[in-house]
């Protein structure tokens, strides 16, 4: 499992939605909002996967 989620040189680039709750310290509902917000939902087959690069441009940017 953790082969899929490690990219190059041990930098995660998507996770699952327990992995984006750990990520965000927020529940599944705020993790799907933000993620989604994001645009950063990759769907294989019934999996779901979220890009987190995608997702701390999106907090970047409307954070003040």
Same mark, same amino acid.
């Given at each position: 499992?953790?082969?899929?989620?490690?990219?190059?040189?041990?930098? =995660?680039?998507? =996770? $699952?939605?327990?992995?984006?709750? *750990?990520? &965000?310290?927020?529940g /599944?509902? #705020? #993790?799907? $909002?933000?993620?989604?917000? #994001? *645009? #950063? /939902?990759?769907?294989? +087959? /019934?999996? =779901? &996967?979220? *890009?987190v690069?995608?997702i701390?441009?999106? &907090? $970047? +940017?409307?954070?003040?």
């Amino acid at each position: 499992m953790r082969k899929t989620t490690e990219g190059i040189k041990g930098q =995660v680039i998507s =996770v $699952d939605t327990p992995e984006l709750m *750990n990520m &965000l310290h927020v529940g /599944r509902k #705020a #993790a799907t $909002d933000i993620g989604t917000a #994001a *645009n #950063a /939902r990759i769907t294989i +087959g /019934r999996r =779901v &996967l979220w *890009n987190v690069k995608k997702i701390q441009q999106y &907090l $970047d +940017g409307i954070s003040e």
